[in-house]
């Protein structure tokens, strides 16, 4: 093997590997919280379930409609340090606000801070990552960003049960403690050197003015990922498989955990290996994946199914995320790389949203299984669909969209 073959990412510059630190504890902060919060509002808190999905339904909306207009004005100013200072600082903040919160109205707010933060962090960010790298690195930047993230989601719920194995009684000290990784991450962004980007459009354009401008190309791999995500639901929904099955709290969350670590250690590679092929391939590939599991997931019933299909759940999430993110950079011009990235977070977010309602109507209607075929026959449709998108080799002469 060629040294430039081995994803050992020891040529990423300082920029990427700082910003992989960030999500990292950022993520312990979130993920040790992901499994509690719905445990601490319906118990402590006394809401009901119904509370619970409007807190995530609004939470999300927020997340997903400001990725793409934090996106298309980093692009606009040619400036990315700005927004994910401010993202990453309201995301820590709001933790300590759900641990004191004494309704579930209160939960809503701050967890809205949260998903604010996130919304206005998450496109410049990524587009601070395909502006410290060279088009052939850019996968493997991405998958050693999604690694350290998932890595922070893997770590989260560990230390989550540890420090509930001191004090099982008191929920809320979690939130407090969650603050101390959250701020870790926002110290390590000032030493985040930012690139030059390109220079600056001095004017703000629409991200709607933007689509009209995207070819074909784009368009299509937008598509795709849509009608996926349509039909790909939360992993909540996986986990309360899980648990229906008879897995106790802890071997749930211990689950949770097998799935991130399997995303963080094969993004990485994953991402490289994006630079060497055609990233759709490795799409296509991560989206089978997807299939399979949420079909044995609909009829599986033994504690051992959910153990192995946990594991191999995770390499869908590597082969897809940060390559996802990859292949809409690659399909965008240099001045439009966030507003890209944004819209495709949009567009996931939104539609998991929808995803998550129908999945939970089929759930109480017809079936945990009917959930699950859902889901996979989105990732059929889409499979096909990402393999008719035509583009280029990444040499800076992929399909773009067109100046505006």
């Known amino acids: 093997m060629k040294e430039t073959d081995n994803p050992n990412f020891k040529s990423l510059n300082s920029t990427v590997i700082r910003l992989g630190l960030v999500s990292f504890f950022a993520d312990v ?41 934090s996106g298309s004005y980093s692009d606009s100013i040619a400036k990315r340090k700005p927004f994910i200072i401010v ?64 890595l922070g989601a893997a770590t989260g ?71 996926f995500s349509l039909t790909n639901s939360s992993d909540v929904f996986l986990l309360m498989k899980a648990k229906n099955s008879g897995l106790s709290t802890q071997s749930v969350i211990f689950l ?27 799409m296509a590939m991560g989206l089978l994946v997807y299939l399979m599991v949420y079909l044995c997931f609909g009829f599986a019933s033994e504690a051992w199914h959910y153990w192995i299909l946990f594991l191999i759940y995770g390499l869908y999430m590597g082969a897809t995320e940060g390559v996802g993110k990859a292949l809409a950079v690659d399909l965008s011009p240099a001045h439009l790389k966030a507003t890209s990235i944004g819209i495709l977070g949009t567009v996931t977010g939104f539609c998991t949203i929808f995803a998550s309602v129908v999945a939970g109507f089929l759930w109480d209607q017809a079936g945990p299984a009917y959930a699950f075929i859902f889901g996979a026959f989105g990732a059929l449709i889409a499979f096909f669909m990402i393999l008719r998108i035509q583009r280029g080799h990444d040499t800076g002469g992929a399909p773009q969209c067109q100046a505006g």
Not at 92 to 118: C, E, M, N
Not at 190 to 200: D, G, I, S, T
Not at 262 to 277: K, N
């Open 29 to 69: 902060a979130s993920e040790m919280l992901y499994p509690v919060t719905p445990i601490f509002l319906t118990t402590v808190l006394g809401a009901s379930m119904a509370s619970v999905g409007v807190i995530e339904g609004i939470a999300e909306a927020i997340a997903s409609l400001l990725k793409t207009y």
């Open 87 to 150: 993202g990453y600082a309201l995301g820590a903040i709001s933790k300590p606000f759900i641990g004191i919160s004494q309704t579930w109205a209160h939960v809503l707010g701050a967890r809205a801070l949260d998903r604010t933060g996130k919304g206005i962090r998450s496109a410049p960010r990524d587009a601070m990552i395909a502006d410290s790298v060279q088009p052939s690195q850019r996968g493997a930047a991405f998958g050693w960003h999604r690694g350290m993230d998932t």
């Open 157 to 227: 719920p560990l230390l989550a049960i540890l420090l509930l194995s001191y004090n099982s009684d008191n929920l809320r000290s979690l939130y407090f403690w969650a603050l101390i990784p959250g701020l870790l991450s926002v110290a390590i962004i000032f030493l985040v050197k930012e690139p030059k980007p390109h220079a600056p459009r001095k004017t703000w354009q629409n991200p709607l003015a933007a689509w009209k401008h995207c070819n074909q190309s784009f368009k299509k791999y937008i598509y795709a990922w849509g009608v």
């Open 256 to 282: 949770f955990c097998l799935y991130n670590l399997t995303y963080a250690l094969s993004s990485p590679y994953l991402g490289h290996l994006s630079d060497r092929i055609d990233r759709k391939k490795i």
